[in-house]
């Protein structure tokens, strides 16, 4: 019988051989992309920057805001430049650029990117106070900014969207599915959000690219705001494709929202499970028409629990 040693060895082989295929996973670019787990400790320092009472950095020993900001300021810098230095390199207008350019460019937006975290603890604090107000469930603000994976996958949204809008290739897309991994909630960097908005629960929710949301809107699990069709595949990039969803929407759970010229008016209240592919007008209700559950107690007795067309309400008869 062959030994484990000469059957590893056959098989490190056969795998070097395969390596040199040239499939687009054979590239071997360890110093010339991002680091996820970077990526993630920036978000974590990031997180104490915009809660500075809630996140204490128990690795650094200092005793005023002031020291305990500056530390964390430079040190996202620091690691945020490094980042940049190699994900510029994808973007087509930086691709013949030089090192000293490159360089240039880093420093140029991680600072416009730190110049944003006013702005986002601005819309941060409409949110807790969006959770707080919307959540009779929520005894404290202090739980919400501790528990609430909504908030969180908000709060990350948020940073990558300010990097987003700076034209920086993968880092967002990073912090966000790091955000969609923890909670179930998928929000593309790309999204544009309002302030006060409310997600509740959350799992499964999915927010594309392209989708844009006014002020003072709620959402439930398993709510989709997405594209109509990607059959069009390279040739939908950089087109609206996600719907627009305008102030003080309610949107309930399992709805599926679709199509980049889809508007949902001002005010309206989605009904759960609905599929909507056009225009919805400012303060309409929608929900599913004719909705009939039938419960079977024994072979002779059946009761009918239908949709009151009036109500919007399940009653039974």
């Known amino acids: 019988m062959e030994s484990t040693e000469n059957r590893i060895g056959q098989l490190v082989e056969a795998m070097l051989s395969d390596y040199e295929g040239g499939k687009d996973i054979d590239r071997v670019l360890s110093f010339d992309q991002p680091d996820k787990a970077v990526v993630v400790d920036m978000l974590d320092k990031l997180q104490h920057l915009v809660f500075p009472g809630y996140f204490r950095n128990r690795g650094m020993k200092v005793y005023t805001v002031r020291n305990d900001t500056t530390m964390l300021i430079e040190d996202v810098l620091y690691y945020l430049q490094k980042q940049l230095l190699i994900v510029l390199g994808y973007r087509n207008d930086m691709k013949e650029a030089s090192d000293e350019q490159l360089r240039s460019c880093a420093e140029e937006t991680a600072f416009a990117f730190m110049e944003k975290l006013p702005k986002i603890r601005e819309f941060i604090e409409t949110d807790v106070q969006a959770f707080f107000d919307g ?122 929202i679709l199509g980049g010229d889809t508007v949902i008016g001002k005010g309206c209240v989605i009904g759960g499970n609905c599929f909507i592919t056009k225009s919805i007008p400012a303060g309409a209700k929608v929900s599913i028409r004719s909705q009939e559950l039938l419960y079977k107690y024994n072979e002779k007795k059946e009761i009918c629990s239908q949709l009151d067309e009036e109500s919007s309400w399940f009653y039974v008869i």
């Open 135 to 256: 959540d009779p469930a929520a005894f404290y603000k202090d739980e919400i900014i501790f528990c609430y994976p909504g908030l969180y996958a908000i709060f990350v949204n948020r940073i990558a969207h300010e990097l987003y809008l700076l034209n920086v290739p993968m880092i967002p897309r990073i912090m966000t599915e790091h955000a969609h991994s923890l909670t179930g909630i998928d929000i593309n960097p790309g999204a544009t959000i309002g302030k006060y908005f409310f997600i509740d629960h959350g799992t499964g929710i999915v927010v594309g690219e392209t989708t844009v949301i006014g002020n003072n809107v709620k959402i439930y699990q398993g709510v989709t705001l997405g594209a109509a069709s990607t059959r069009g595949g390279r040739s939908l990039n950089n087109k609206k494709r996600h719907p627009t969803i305008e102030d003080d929407v309610t949107i309930y759970s399992g709805a599926s």
